[in-house]
């Protein structure tokens, strides 16, 4: 009778655990997460009812490859500022050492697999590409622009590379034919901050106006969930006949449905939350990328 591998894996630069979720979700065992920010960190451990391994408060370029436990797959979900467009306007779209860390994890622990996540324009940056995806050994498969929107009503587009040690072929994802809605995702009492400069945009007091999602339309989709909403909610809201101008910023938990999180994952009812989850890869995304993890280790002889 055939087994079921469950394969194992640690997690880099996990943020609140997006990813980690999705892996889990598909079958895949955790064994570590690693992260830097005290609020992400303090949210998974919040969250035990779905992470029971080991969460650490650590900088990666902190910890040497051989002090933690071998598994077989690394996940880095470093982080993606560097390499948007939005970083050409402070003019710091220079890289980022964070990847060679990750890269010095794969070269001496030498996984069986390893999966990449970052934003479509980390392809622009030739050094971090080729460190990427020409380790000797390993098999490169990418998906680029993978948008989260084939899941769920937000646009999000996302890089994904996963190195293998077999040559195999990943399957690319097909949309999901039941997925949720705008209307699916909003709250009926949402706690909500409706500023007064939030009230100064939809005015057009400011350069741009807000971006505003009708839930009544089935086809509508959110723009992506960013983690600068924590500091600016006038950039994107959503109609509410209830609200008193007929529009609101999303609340924490409309925001964590957009990326997929169930509602029995907590989240702190702040405004820091709103960072956490813009921060994080979508659940569904995570998951997709889990199953196809799953199917590489159990169609072949262990």
């Known amino acids: 009778m055939k087994t079921h591998y469950k394969p194992t894996a ?9 990813m980690e979720l999705g892996l889990s979700l598909a079958g895949v065992t955790l064994i570590q997460s690693l992260d830097l920010d005290k609020d992400a960190i303090e949210c998974m451990r919040q969250n035990s009812h779905y992470f029971s391994h080991e969460v650490l408060h650590a900088d990666i370029k902190d910890k040497t490859v051989l002090e933690q436990p071998p598994s077989d797959i690394i996940v880095g979900t470093y982080p993606c500022t560097k390499y948007s467009p939005i970083a050409d306007i402070h003019g710091t779209r220079t890289g ?41 050994d390993y098999y490169i498969n990418i998906f680029c622009p993978l948008n989260a929107a084939l899941w769920l009503p937000q646009k999000r587009e996302r890089l994904i590379l996963i190195g293998t040690r077999r040559n195999f072929i ?20 949402p706690l909500v901050d409706m500023s007064e400069y939030v009230i100064k945009r939809l005015k057009g007091h400011y350069r741009d106006l807000p971006i505003i999602v009708d839930p009544e339309d089935s086809k509508a989709i959110a723009p992506t969930c960013v983690a600068h909403y924590s500091k600016d909610l006038s950039t994107r809201l959503i109609k509410d006949k209830a609200s008193k101008y007929g529009v609101r ?5 409309e925001y964590a449905r957009l990326q997929g999180f169930p509602d029995d994952f907590v989240f702190k009812n702040e405004r820091s939350s709103y960072k956490l989850i813009g921060n994080a890869v979508p659940v569904s995304m995570g998951k997709w990328i889990g199953e196809e993890v799953v199917k590489y280790f159990n169609q072949r002889p262990r």
């Open 10 to 18: 640690k997690g880099y630069f996990s943020g609140c655990g997006g």
């Open 96 to 136: 980022d050492d964070l990847f060679l860390h990750f890269f010095r994890h794969i070269a001496i622990g030498k996984p069986e697999m390893y999966v990449v996540e970052n934003v479509p324009g980390m392809k622009k940056f030739k050094v971090v590409m080729e460190a990427m995806t020409k380790l000797p």
């Open 170 to 189: 990943i399957s690319s994802p097909t949309e999901k034919r039941k997925k949720p809605t705008i209307k699916n995702i909003k709250e009926e009492n």
């Open 249 to 253: 910023p999303f609340s924490v938990r």
